[in-house]
């Protein structure tokens, strides 16, 4: 099973930023939608974001304005930039590729005081 690979998370304080980054196979990233999702405590996995292979995005509501994802294909890596950070953002963060199917091992992000 291929794997996607995050890195970027952290510990951060309220207002703060991070940014995320998906790693993926060539083979993966140039024919699969990137999706960020992400799952906090005791709750479901959300969808956060996506980029199409031709750049197109979508956000969920409550991080529009305040997330921004991109991907650089030279280097088959997606970004999610997250900026003014809030306490109910901490979760986990994975990245997915579809339609293969592809998931990472999930990063870490805590925004706290």
């Known amino acids: 099973q291929v794997r996607l690979v995050e890195s970027g998370g952290g510990l951060v304080q309220p207002g703060g930023s991070l940014r995320l980054s998906c790693v993926a196979p060539?083979?993966?990233?140039?024919?699969?939608?990137i999706h960020w999702y992400r799952q906090a405590p005791g709750k479901e996995r959300e969808f956060v974001a996506r980029?199409?292979?031709?750049?197109?995005?979508a956000y969920v509501d409550s991080v529009k304005g305040r997330f921004t994802i991109s991907r650089d294909n030279a280097k088959n890596t997606v970004f999610l930039q997250m900026n003014s950070l809030k306490p109910e953002d901490t979760a986990v963060y994975c990245c997915?590729?579809?339609?293969?199917?592809?998931w990472g091992q999930g990063t870490q992000v805590t925004v706290s005081s």
């Open positions: 997915y590729a579809y339609p293969t199917g592809s």
């Open positions: 060539g083979s993966i990233f140039r024919v699969n939608t």
């Open positions: 980029i199409g292979t031709s750049g197109s995005t």
